[in-house]
C-alpha cells in the first residue's frame, strides 16, 4: 500500500510538473527585447509623413541596422492614426488601419519592429480636440487641461484602452510587441502621482492580456511610486531633470525623481534615450554644422550606460557614466517641432549616416 501511495504521488507530480505555470495579469506576455536593441523614433505628431514616405525611413532604418522603429503617432499638434472611436477620417497624414498594417508587413520583410507610440496622459492635445467634436460629454469629464487627459478619473482608462485596442489591431501581426504608453510631463502633485501609477498599472495589465508589454519615459516616475509600478513595465530614459534648469526644481526633482541607479536595483529595464547624445530635432537636419556635431557625438563619445541625470551637487549631467548598467538598449529620437520644411529627402539621408554604439 504504501509503495503504491508513493507511485501515485511520483506520477502526480510528473503530471503537474508538465502544467506551465499562470503568469500573473502583469506578466502575461513575454519580456520586452528593446533593452538590447537599438531604435529609431520619428515624431509624426509633428512631423507628418505618408505611408509611403514612412516606407522610406523604414528602409533606411533597417539599412542602418535598426531593430525596430517607434511611430510617435500622436501629440498636441496632430493625430496620425485613425480610429473609430474618434471618428477622425484618414488622409495622406492620418494613416488608416489598412496603411498600419501594411507598414507592419514592409518593415517584417526587413526584419525591423513597428511600435506604436500614443502617449497619454499628457501629450493628448489632438486626441482630447476629436474626443470634443466625437465624444463631448465623455471630453468634458475626461479633460484635465487642454493637453492632459485626467489620470485620476476611471473614465479616462476606458477611453484610453478604446484607442489602445484599435492600435493593437493594427500592430499586432509581427513577432514582438511593444507599445509606449507615454506618461511623461505629467502635470500634477506628488499625491497625484498615486493616480498616475494606477493609471499606467491598469493600461499595462490590459495590454499584457492583449499580448503587448508597455513602455514609459521616466520622467514622471517618483521613487516612492516605482516599487508600486509593475515590474514588467519597460522605462525609456531621457532625462530625470525633464530639462528644467532651475536649481529648486533640480533639488526637488534629485530627491524625488527616479535615476537609473533606482531602476537598476529593482531590476528594472532600462533603454537609453538620453536627450543629450540621443535626442535630435528635424529641424536642424541640413545645417552641417548640427547634424555633424550629433553624428560625430553619438557615434565616438555615446555609450548606452551615459545618462542624463542630476548630480550631487544639482546640476544637470548629460554624460553621466552607470557603470552597473548592463543594458544595451538605446532609441534615438527625431523630434518634429518646427519641422515643416524638412523634406522626407532630408530624413532618410540623415538616417543613413547615423552609428550607434552597442
Same mark, same amino acid.
Given at each position: ?16 510538473? /508538465? ?18 536593441? !537599438? ?7 509633428? %512631423? ?15 539599412? !542602418? ?9 500622436? #501629440? ?26 501594411? /507598414?507592419?508587413?514592409?518593415?517584417? &520583410?526587413? !526584419? ?26 465623455? $471630453? ?23 484607442? $489602445? &485596442? ?22 500634477? +502633485?506628488?499625491? #497625484? ?12 495589465? =490590459?495590454?499584457?492580456? *492583449? ?18 509600478? =509593475? ?12 530639462? %528644467? +534648469? ?20 529593482? %531590476?528594472? !529595464? ?13 529641424? $536642424? ?15 565616438? =563619445? ?31 529620437? /527625431?523630434?518634429?517641432? #518646427?519641422?515643416? &520644411? ?10 543613413? *549616416? ?5
Amino acid at each position: 500500500m504504501k509503495r503504491r501511495s508513493f507511485i501515485m504521488i511520483i506520477l502526480i507530480s510528473f503530471c503537474l510538473a /508538465l502544467i506551465p505555470p499562470i503568469a500573473t495579469t502583469a506578466h502575461a506576455t513575454r519580456r520586452s527585447q528593446l533593452d538590447t536593441k !537599438q531604435g529609431l523614433l520619428i515624431d509624426l505628431g509633428r %512631423h507628418p509623413l505618408s505611408e509611403n514616405a514612412l516606407k522610406r525611413v523604414i528602409s533606411a532604418a533597417a539599412d !542602418q541596422h535598426f531593430t525596430y522603429v517607434v511611430l510617435h503617432l500622436s #501629440d498636441n499638434e496632430h493625430l496620425s492614426f485613425q480610429s473609430a472611436y474618434l471618428g477622425n477620417r484618414a488622409s495622406k497624414t492620418v494613416l488608416s488601419p489598412k496603411a498600419l498594417k501594411r /507598414l507592419v508587413t514592409y518593415a517584417n &520583410h526587413r !526584419q525591423v519592429q513597428l511600435v506604436p507610440d500614443v502617449d497619454l496622459p499628457s501629450h493628448a492635445g489632438a486626441i482630447l480636440r476629436q474626443l470634443k467634436r466625437k465624444h463631448g460629454k465623455t $471630453y468634458r469629464a475626461v479633460k484635465l487641461d487642454r493637453k492632459t487627459l485626467d489620470y485620476t478619473n476611471p473614465k479616462t482608462i476606458a477611453v484610453a484602452k478604446k484607442i $489602445y &485596442h484599435e492600435l493593437d489591431a493594427s500592430f499586432k501581426n509581427q513577432p514582438l510587441h511593444d507599445l509606449i504608453i507615454g506618461a511623461d510631463e505629467v502635470p500634477g +502633485t506628488d499625491g #497625484d502621482y498615486r493616480y498616475l501609477t494606477k493609471f499606467v498599472n491598469q493600461l499595462n495589465r =490590459d495590454q499584457n492580456q *492583449r499580448g503587448f508589454t508597455t513602455v514609459v519615459w521616466n520622467d514622471s516616475v517618483l521613487k516612492k511610486q516605482l516599487p508600486k509600478l =509593475d515590474a514588467n513595465i519597460v522605462i525609456t530614459y531621457w532625462s530625470q531633470s525633464g530639462n %528644467h +534648469t532651475e536649481r529648486a526644481e533640480l533639488v526637488n526633482r534629485r530627491s524625488k525623481r527616479v535615476s537609473v541607479p533606482d531602476l537598476i536595483r529593482q %531590476h528594472r !529595464q532600462v533603454v537609453n534615450c538620453n536627450s543629450y547624445a540621443t535626442y535630435y530635432q528635424l529641424q $536642424y537636419i541640413g545645417n552641417a554644422a548640427y547634424d555633424t556635431y550629433f553624428l560625430n557625438y553619438l557615434r565616438n =563619445d555615446y555609450t548606452p550606460n551615459m545618462f542624463n541625470e542630476i548630480d550631487q551637487t544639482h546640476q544637470n549631467d548629460n554624460r553621466r557614466l552607470e557603470p552597473t548598467v548592463m543594458t544595451r538598449g538605446t532609441l534615438i529620437s /527625431l523630434w518634429g517641432h #518646427d519641422s515643416q &520644411h524638412t523634406s522626407t529627402t532630408a530624413i532618410v539621408t540623415f538616417i543613413h *549616416r547615423l552609428v550607434v554604439p552597442k
